[in-house]
């Protein structure tokens, strides 16, 4: 399964991704964590097209964030908060 986490870019991320890579569905899911490889998001319209399962950290307000869970229930993706 590919689990996409987005989340608004006001939040923490390094301690919020830490605990994802702890848990137990991290080794057996493909998840995509849009923070991870550098600084600056990547597009992430076909990281959610290929996702199975939307979870969003929404503690923070976030434009870009709205945007991603907009199109993932445009695309009629699961989405949970």
Known sequence: MNIYF????????????ASIRKSTFFTSHTCVLPYEKN???ENSKPMIKKADLII????????GLGI???WA???DKKIEK
């Open 39 to 41: 600084n600056t998001p």
């Open 68 to 70: 991603e869970l907009g």
């Open 56 to 63: 969003a950290e929404v503690s923070f307000p976030g434009t």
């Open 73 to 75: 229930d445009a695309l």
């Open 6 to 17: 987005p989340h608004s870019k006001q939040l923490e991320y390094e301690d919020y991704y």
